[in-house]
């Protein structure tokens, strides 16, 4: 199933490709339109490819898995922040700007 | 010497400060070459305010378009700010800036006065929105990372300020510690990102407030900070303050609950997009980030402050 997936995936790139090089963006819209409809592999809870997920995130969230990353739509856990104490010299200073 | 921090870059950049810290002085020199270049960079591609910029450049025609490696880098930031915020942070309010009347570089935009009678921010309706402020969503920009192909639909202005600041405090500091191995402290306009060994005891970090007073020091051991404000980056538009950070949902600026809020995330990125989010989500953003298990430090307009379980308690002064 993979395998197709990203074939198909790699398809639609080279048409989208070939579109926007000939056509200066008609077939590559054409052909983001079908790599939206083939981008079965993105989780229906996140937005589609076309829209927004970068290209190759499937192939990210499966090594982040291994790694006890959440993935590119999470959030990643951090430590907890520490207290410095009180005086002293600081190296940054988070402010808005 | 190794170990303790020096200040190897202070400069101005991109509309903002930037402070370099390594813990090799040897490592210094080549560390202040890669902030600048890279923020030289950065304005060149996606400043909203330099009419050469590639950003401004961009066609707004909903076909894909072609964008340079470093853009793309920089849409792919503010895409992921958008879905890890579930669009409360969206690239796409450039419009809603310009129509409430940042529509400039800021100083330019204060030395202008209120902006209504400047003729650039649109007359409120009685809820106090412009006319024309509207928010195509961030939905409605396609984008490909692996091709670098953008589709901007027709009358969508983007605005990568926020995400963008975030997003090169992290390229920087990962590209100062990958290419000298020097523990790398980056400080853009307040969001710090670090990279490499942490010095003894971690990086001492101040919260300051926008009067200039250091709220608490926190050490950094591994995490990213970022603070938004919604008392700084203001102007007037039709006799009313704005501040900068836009409501998606509505297309006005929030509602101002929080004079300001910090977080700590694993990424500069991700500590802005949450930070952001929190001035917009206003009275539920205590919650929201207590859901997402961000630390966090939250000071009202009142203000009293407060912060959430993984945020060390301020102690008395």
């Keep these: 199933m993979i395998p197709i997936v990203r074939r198909t995936r790699n398809l639609t790139m080279t048409g989208m490709a070939v579109g926007t090089l000939l056509t200066g963006g008609l077939v590559g819209q054409l052909a983001l339109h079908q790599h939206n409809a083939a981008g079965t592999t993105v989780p229906t809870d996140r937005p589609s490819a076309s829209t927004s997920a970068p290209a190759g995130s499937q192939e990210q969230s499966g090594s982040e898995a291994q790694s006890g990353s959440k993935g590119d739509d999470s959030f990643n856990q951090v430590p907890p922040v520490q207290s410095g104490g009180n005086g002293g010299g600081v190296d940054g200073t988070t402010r808005g700007s | ?317």
């Design chain 2, 1 to 317: 010497m190794r170990g303790l921090p020096v200040i190897a870059a202070e400069f101005r950049a991109i509309g903002t400060s930037c402070r370099v810290l390594v813990t090799d002085r040897a490592a210094a020199a080549r560390a202040a070459r890669i902030a600048q270049g890279a923020l030289g960079a950065l304005d060149q591609v996606a400043s909203r305010f330099r009419a050469d910029s590639e950003l401004v450049r961009l066609r707004k025609d909903g076909l894909p378009q072609r964008i340079s490696p470093l853009l793309s880098a920089v849409v792919a930031a503010g895409l992921r700010a958008a879905r890890l915020t579930d669009g409360l942070v969206d690239p796409t309010v450039g419009g809603a800036l310009i129509d409430w009347g940042y529509d400039r570089d800021l100083e330019e935009v204060r030395a202008l006065g209120d902006r209504s009678a400047a003729g650039s921010c649109s007359a409120p309706d009685a809820r106090g929105v412009p006319a024309r402020a509207s928010v195509p969503g961030w939905r409605s920009v396609r984008y490909d990372e692996t091709l670098r192909l953008l589709a901007v639909p027709p009358g969508c202005t983007l605005d990568f300020g926020a995400s963008a600041k975030a997003f090169a405090a992290d390229q920087i500091a990962a590209r100062i510690g990958a290419e000298t191995g020097a523990g790398t402290l980056v400080d853009l306009g307040g969001d710090i990102a670090t990279a490499g060994p942490t010095p003894p005891g971690g990086w001492r970090i101040g919260v300051q407030s926008a009067t200039g007073d250091v709220l608490q020091t926190v050490l950094g051991t591994g995490q990213a900070f970022a603070t938004s404000s919604t008392q700084l980056r203001t102007w007037s538009c039709a006799a009313v303050r704005r501040h900068h950070i836009i409501d998606p949902r509505s297309g006005a600026p929030a509602e101002v609950v929080w004079a300001q809020v910090t977080v700590a995330g694993s990424t500069a990125l991700e500590a802005n997009s949450a930070s952001t989010a929190a001035i917009v989500l206003g009275r539920e953003a205590p919650g929201w980030l207590v859901a997402r298990a961000l630390p966090a430090l939250l000071l009202g307009v009142d203000g009293a402050w407060r912060h959430t379980s993984g945020w060390a308690g301020r102690e008395a002064a």
